[in-house]
Structure formats: structure tokens, C-alpha cells
């Protein structure tokens, strides 16, 4: 029972941390309310498309920390494998279903790479390749996200010898990016989606 308390603490506490909106942060230090500018959504790649590259880069520094911080808590403090992973999930959903923002928020992928980035740094990072890979030949971000992140727990399981927590996780935040990017699927297979460098116009 006190595991239970421990780990729903630590929930609670990830979740926090991912709902700090950095990307609508940075945006309205810039005088533009990132909501209502193209997609609407607080990620890195809208305010890139509305900001320009130093607010991207910004977001795309502080989003990954939320995500390393809910995990790396519970592993300093000497948390077991599933309170990790919990708290780092809670930390992506806080992100992509901010209460702060009405539910509304970033897809998620940089937090995801911030949490696992603490629990597998070398399955995080191979996963970052093969996704910039993508986004760099097709300059598609919604696609390099999805073959990043769907590649996760494909490359968890190729490692072997993983603790179960890791692939629920890993499952959990594939399934999380591709319900997040329904829409981006949409649009990719209609051709309209908007390639890398096309710019919105702030309102």
C-alpha cells in the first residue's frame, strides 16, 4: 500500500511538471498567444513556424527537462521501475492534457524524449537519430515524430533483456504520440500537411 501512495505521489508530481507550458510560456513573452496561431498547439515546431528559431530552440530545451525531472525524482530517490515509468508517462500526458491550458497541449515528443532519456539514454538517443533522419529527408516533423517514437519500443525490445516497465512505457508513449498526431496522420496521407520551414503568420 505505501508503494501505491509512493508512486501516485511521484504521479502526481510528474504530471505537474509536464504541465509547465513552456512552449505558450516563450510564446507569450514574444507578445503572441501560441493558441491561437496555426496548429494552436504549444509545441516546438508551431512556435518555430510562428517565432522563428531561438523561441523553438528554447522550447525545445525546456520541454525534455520536464520529462528527464518526473523521472529522474523517483530514480534518485530510489523508486522502483514502475513508479518511473509512471511518473514519466504522467509527465507526457501532463504535457499533451494541460489543466492549466483546458486539456490542451503539446504532442508530447520532446518531453517523451526527456523521460527516456533517463530510463535507456541509448535507446532515447537512437530513437532522436532515426527520427531527425526522417524529419531531415522529408522535412515532415509529424512524420519524423511518429517513425521516432513508434521505433521506440521496437528498438527497447531489440536491446533484450529489458525490465517490463520499460516496455510498458515505451508502448504507453508510442501509442500516446500516435493518438496525438490522428490529425498530422490525416493531413500526411491527404498531402496537406506543412513541411518543414513553412511559416504562420502570429496573430
Known amino acids: 500500500m505505501l508503494d501505491v501512495a509512493i508512486a501516485l505521489v511521484f504521479m502526481v508530481v510528474g504530471y505537474l511538471l509536464g504541465t509547465i507550458p513552456t512552449g505558450y510560456l516563450v ?82 515528443i520532446a518531453t517523451s524524449i526527456g523521460v527516456f532519456l533517463v ?27 511518429l517513425v521516432g517514437m513508434f521505433a521506440l519500443p521496437l528498438f527497447v525490445i531489440a536491446g533484450g533483456n529489458f525490465p517490463t516497465s520499460h516496455l510498458f512505457l515505451a508502448v504507453a508513449l508510442a501509442a500516446l504520440t500516435i493518438f496525438r498526431h490522428r490529425d498530422n496522420v490525416a493531413r500526411l496521407m491527404a498531402g496537406t500537411e506543412r513541411r518543414l520551414g513553412e511559416k504562420v503568420k502570429p496573430a
Request: aromatic share 6%; charged share 10%; with cysteine.
Open 119 to 145: 530510463v535507456d539514454p541509448l535507446t532515447a538517443a537512437l530513437c532522436v537519430l532515426i527520427g531527425v533522419f526522417t524529419i531531415l529527408v522529408s522535412r515532415y516533423v509529424s512524420l519524423g515524430s
Open 27 to 108: 510564446a507569450r513573452w514574444r507578445g503572441v498567444d501560441i493558441q491561437q496561431v496555426g496548429s494552436g498547439n504549444i509545441g516546438a515546431t508551431n512556435v518555430l513556424r510562428a517565432l522563428g528559431v531561438l523561441p523553438a530552440a528554447m522550447v525545445m530545451v525546456l520541454d525534455p527537462v520536464k520529462g528527464a525531472l518526473a523521472a529522474l525524482l523517483p530514480t534518485v530517490l530510489g523508486a522502483g521501475g514502475w513508479t518511473v515509468a509512471l511518473s514519466g508517462l504522467a509527465a507526457v500526458v501532463g504535457n499533451s492534457f494541460n489543466v492549466w491550458l483546458r486539456l490542451r497541449g503539446g504532442k508530447g
